[in-house]
């Protein structure tokens, strides 16, 4: 199976900055099928970004997702309070599809 | 609007059984996948089990294999995870989802917490 690694685990950043958060991948992922989501606590995740790079309806354009093959980026251009939370990039290319293991961005 | 309601969770000894039941509105239940996933306490998502649109074909994570089966009822728009021998390290949160194929999973339950103690 693919294991997926996300860094930082922990992004300690300030309101307005700007966040990048690593995805990468133990085999290159075809169709460059990964997602990415992000979950409040006691909530679902919920997705943001699929294909990589395509914003998922009603998911503000601060959110950015980019990369190919084994490495992929959600880039979020200016951190909004609510931004502080956790995310998981997913891959859904090759069966069983797997998550990483998160980031935490918060407040520094 | 899609709404996917877990219930089933508890806590439950070691080696203790467990049934879990999502009820499904919104969509055609029985063209869609569906499946499982759960979520320990701080920790990441783990895809569980899913079971394709018209339930011929179920899948397994090697975790589970041979004690959780997955299963569903289209009288009742519902999907089922039957879970056997349960073990500590099946503590956590369950999640139905709606299975897109090769997409993201877009909707999701509220979760239904299952915790396995003595």
């Known amino acids: 199976e693919i294991v997926l690694t996300q860094s930082p685990g922990t992004l300690s950043l300030s309101p307005g900055e700007r966040a990048t958060l690593s995805c990468r991948a133990s085999q290159s992922i075809s169709g460059n099928s990964l997602g990415w989501y992000q979950q409040k606590p006691g909530q679902a995740p919920r997705l943001l970004i699929y294909?990589?790079?395509t914003r998922a309806t009603g998911i503000p354009d601060r959110f950015s997702g980019g990369g190919s093959g084994t490495d992929f980026t959600l880039t979020i251009s200016r951190l909004e309070p609510e931004d502080f939370v956790l995310y998981y990039c997913?891959?859904?290319?090759?069966?069983?599809?797997?998550f990483g293991q998160g980031t935490k961005v918060e407040v520094k | 609007e899609v709404q996917l309601v877990e219930s089933g969770g508890g806590l439950v000894k070691p080696g203790g059984s467990l049934r879990l039941s999502c009820a499904a509105s919104g969509f055609t239940f029985s063209s869609y996948s569906m499946a499982w996933v759960r979520q320990a306490a701080g920790k990441g998502l783990e895809w569980v089990s899913s079971?394709?649109?018209?339930?011929?074909?179920?899948y397994y994570a090697e975790s589970v294999r041979g004690r959780f089966t997955i299963s569903r009822d289209y009288a009742k728009n519902s999907l089922y995870l039957q879970m056997n021998g349960l073990r500590a390290e099946d503590t956590a949160m369950y999640f139905c989802v709606r299975d897109e194929g090769r997409f993201p999973y877009l909707y999701w339950g509220q979760g239904t917490l299952v915790t396995v103690s003595s």
């Open positions: 997913q891959q859904y290319g090759s069966s069983p599809w797997t």
């Open positions: 079971i394709s649109s018209r339930g011929s074909s179920t």
């Open positions: 294909g990589a790079s």
